[in-house]
Nanobody, 130 residues
Protein backbone atom coordinates (compact mmCIF):
# COMPACT_ATOMS: atom_id res chain seq x y z
CA UNK A 1 0.00 0.00 0.00
CA UNK A 2 1.35 3.43 -0.97
CA UNK A 3 0.12 6.61 0.66
CA UNK A 4 0.45 9.92 -1.18
CA UNK A 5 0.70 13.26 0.62
CA UNK A 6 0.47 16.55 -1.29
CA UNK A 7 1.89 19.84 -0.06
CA UNK A 8 2.90 23.23 -1.40
CA UNK A 9 -0.50 24.70 -2.13
CA UNK A 10 -1.41 28.22 -1.14
CA UNK A 11 -2.62 31.60 -2.31
CA UNK A 12 -0.78 33.66 -4.92
CA UNK A 13 -1.51 36.54 -7.22
CA UNK A 14 -1.93 36.15 -10.94
CA UNK A 15 1.46 35.66 -12.59
CA UNK A 16 2.95 34.07 -9.50
CA UNK A 17 4.44 30.61 -9.02
CA UNK A 18 3.94 27.63 -6.75
CA UNK A 19 5.61 24.25 -6.49
CA UNK A 20 3.47 21.33 -5.42
CA UNK A 21 4.97 18.19 -3.94
CA UNK A 22 3.54 14.71 -3.58
CA UNK A 23 5.48 12.37 -1.35
CA UNK A 24 4.90 8.65 -1.57
CA UNK A 25 5.19 6.57 1.58
CA UNK A 26 7.45 4.13 -0.24
CA UNK A 27 9.79 4.09 -3.19
CA UNK A 28 7.94 3.32 -6.40
CA UNK A 29 10.35 1.30 -8.46
CA UNK A 30 8.20 -0.62 -10.92
CA UNK A 31 6.81 0.64 -14.21
CA UNK A 32 4.26 3.29 -13.34
CA UNK A 33 2.40 6.42 -14.23
CA UNK A 34 2.29 9.42 -11.89
CA UNK A 35 -0.17 12.22 -12.48
CA UNK A 36 -1.55 15.52 -11.23
CA UNK A 37 -5.26 16.22 -11.37
CA UNK A 38 -7.22 19.28 -10.29
CA UNK A 39 -10.80 20.11 -9.47
CA UNK A 40 -12.13 23.64 -9.55
CA UNK A 41 -15.32 24.61 -7.71
CA UNK A 42 -18.36 23.40 -9.62
CA UNK A 43 -16.27 21.59 -12.24
CA UNK A 44 -15.26 18.02 -12.90
CA UNK A 45 -11.83 16.79 -11.91
CA UNK A 46 -9.41 17.00 -14.82
CA UNK A 47 -5.97 15.65 -15.61
CA UNK A 48 -3.23 18.28 -15.62
CA UNK A 49 0.00 16.39 -16.29
CA UNK A 50 1.48 12.90 -16.30
CA UNK A 51 4.94 11.35 -16.14
CA UNK A 52 5.81 7.71 -16.61
CA UNK A 53 8.71 5.65 -15.31
CA UNK A 54 10.73 6.45 -18.46
CA UNK A 55 10.31 10.17 -17.83
CA UNK A 56 7.87 10.79 -20.65
CA UNK A 57 5.59 13.71 -19.79
CA UNK A 58 2.27 15.01 -21.06
CA UNK A 59 0.29 18.15 -20.26
CA UNK A 60 -3.20 19.49 -20.65
CA UNK A 61 -3.35 22.25 -23.28
CA UNK A 62 -4.42 24.74 -20.63
CA UNK A 63 -1.13 24.40 -18.72
CA UNK A 64 1.41 23.70 -21.48
CA UNK A 65 4.38 26.02 -21.25
CA UNK A 66 3.49 27.06 -17.69
CA UNK A 67 3.53 23.86 -15.63
CA UNK A 68 6.30 21.27 -15.34
CA UNK A 69 5.88 17.80 -13.87
CA UNK A 70 8.92 16.01 -12.50
CA UNK A 71 9.90 13.35 -10.01
CA UNK A 72 12.74 12.70 -7.61
CA UNK A 73 13.79 9.10 -7.21
CA UNK A 74 17.00 9.78 -5.32
CA UNK A 75 15.42 9.62 -1.88
CA UNK A 76 14.03 6.58 -0.11
CA UNK A 77 10.55 7.76 -1.01
CA UNK A 78 9.42 8.76 -4.48
CA UNK A 79 8.42 12.41 -4.72
CA UNK A 80 6.37 13.95 -7.50
CA UNK A 81 6.46 17.69 -8.22
CA UNK A 82 4.42 20.17 -10.17
CA UNK A 83 6.12 23.51 -10.83
CA UNK A 84 3.45 26.04 -11.71
CA UNK A 85 4.51 29.34 -13.24
CA UNK A 86 2.53 32.29 -14.59
CA UNK A 87 -0.50 31.18 -12.61
CA UNK A 88 -3.92 32.43 -13.66
CA UNK A 89 -7.16 32.74 -11.69
CA UNK A 90 -8.56 29.82 -13.71
CA UNK A 91 -5.85 27.60 -12.18
CA UNK A 92 -7.61 27.90 -8.83
CA UNK A 93 -8.50 24.38 -7.76
CA UNK A 94 -7.71 21.54 -5.41
CA UNK A 95 -4.74 19.66 -6.86
CA UNK A 96 -4.38 15.91 -6.42
CA UNK A 97 -1.59 13.50 -7.20
CA UNK A 98 -2.14 9.91 -8.26
CA UNK A 99 -0.09 6.84 -9.12
CA UNK A 100 -1.01 3.79 -11.15
CA UNK A 101 1.14 0.71 -11.45
CA UNK A 102 2.23 -1.43 -13.01
CA UNK A 103 1.94 0.55 -16.23
CA UNK A 104 4.31 0.60 -19.20
CA UNK A 105 3.16 4.12 -20.07
CA UNK A 106 0.65 6.75 -18.99
CA UNK A 107 -2.82 6.84 -20.52
CA UNK A 108 -3.74 9.94 -22.48
CA UNK A 109 -5.04 12.74 -20.29
CA UNK A 110 -8.78 12.34 -20.15
CA UNK A 111 -8.62 8.65 -20.98
CA UNK A 112 -8.16 7.58 -17.35
CA UNK A 113 -10.11 9.19 -14.55
CA UNK A 114 -8.64 10.03 -11.16
CA UNK A 115 -10.63 7.22 -9.59
CA UNK A 116 -9.00 4.67 -11.87
CA UNK A 117 -5.53 5.36 -10.51
CA UNK A 118 -4.49 2.79 -7.92
CA UNK A 119 -3.17 5.28 -5.34
CA UNK A 120 -4.54 8.80 -4.81
CA UNK A 121 -3.74 11.73 -2.53
CA UNK A 122 -6.04 13.95 -0.49
CA UNK A 123 -5.37 17.17 -2.35
CA UNK A 124 -3.91 20.60 -1.73
CA UNK A 125 -5.66 23.91 -2.40
CA UNK A 126 -4.27 26.41 -4.89
CA UNK A 127 -5.90 29.84 -5.06
CA UNK A 128 -4.87 32.43 -7.63
CA UNK A 129 -6.23 35.96 -7.28
CA UNK A 130 -6.37 38.53 -10.05
Amino acid sequence: QVQLTESGGGSVQSGGSLRLSCEASAFIYSSYCMAWFRQAPGKEREGVATIDSDGTTAYADSVKGRFTISEDKTKKQSTLYLQMNNLKPEDTAVYYCAVDLPRAYCPRLGEFSYGQYKYRGQGTQVTVSS
